[in-house]
């Protein structure tokens, strides 16, 4: 059974894998892609603010989200929504946060609550952030890609901090149309690595890896048996 599930994770991560699923709006990317343009900006945004919060805090079981920053999507960007005072940050990322490459980059219907750690927040989340202005203001897929690359060179991006990780444990979220919400996982990120080194993605491995050269990271996930609130991942179970 644990190599049934394990076998399914691994399968389902090749659809799932997010960088963690552009022309300014009405401007065609691709014509045969699903999404193949930036919808109207209210399709991104969630109206009620106090819902984005409590989106963003099912990340991670209660015992951590209750303490931590919540950023929210605004018009240009994330706002302060919750102040918090453990060293997390929970946020819902949309899909622009997904490769350049991906099918479902301007996919509306992505929201994927995140729960960082203090290192993460403090190297990881500037990315997320650094995107979604881009995106916001307008610019295609390839563009977005060229200022991350122009910020790292510059420096003006931190390198991954080692211990950062984050949880994504919401069985409200949406990664994508192939995953739905996948499964409640942890996430690690490390400088570019070979995924061998932690032993993940080999034969009966609970841990799966993907490359992100853009982000200049590694993202290792290591899937749960429960959600955030403490019930069971009937579909790994099955």
Request: a negative charge; one cysteine or more; proline letters at 7%.
């Amino acid at each position: 059974m644990k190599r049934e599930i394990v076998g399914k994770m691994a399968a389902a991560v090749v659809a799932f894998a997010v960088g963690f699923a552009a022309a300014a709006p009405g401007h065609a990317q691709d014509a045969k892609a699903p999404y193949p343009a930036m919808a109207p900006i209210e399709q991104y945004l969630i109206a009620n603010r106090d819902a984005e919060i409590a989106l963003a805090r099912t990340a991670a079981p209660d015992s951590i989200s209750r303490d931590a920053d919540v950023l929210v999507l605004g018009r240009h960007g994330y706002e302060n929504g919750a102040k918090g005072k453990n060293g997390f940050v929970c946020i819902v990322e949309r899909s622009w946060t997904a490769g350049t490459d991906d099918p479902e980059f301007w996919n509306p219907k992505l929201r994927a609550p995140l729960c960082l750690n203090a290192a993460a927040a403090r190297t990881y989340l500037p990315i997320t952030i650094m995107k979604t202005q881009l995106a916001l203001a307008g610019n295609s897929a390839t563009q977005i890609a060229a200022g991350i690359k122009a910020a790292f060179d510059k420096k003006e991006l931190p390198a991954i901090e080692p211990g950062a990780m984050c949880y994504m444990m919401s069985k409200e979220g949406y990664l994508n149309d192939t995953a739905g919400h996948w499964h409640p996982h942890l996430m690690f990120f490390a400088p570019e690595t070979d995924a061998a080194s932690w032993g993940a993605n080999l034969p009966d491995s609970p841990v799966l890896a993907t490359d992100d050269p853009l982000d200049r990271l590694t993202v290792f996930m290591v899937p749960l048996g429960h959600w955030s609130d403490g019930t069971s991942d009937v579909a790994a179970a099955n």
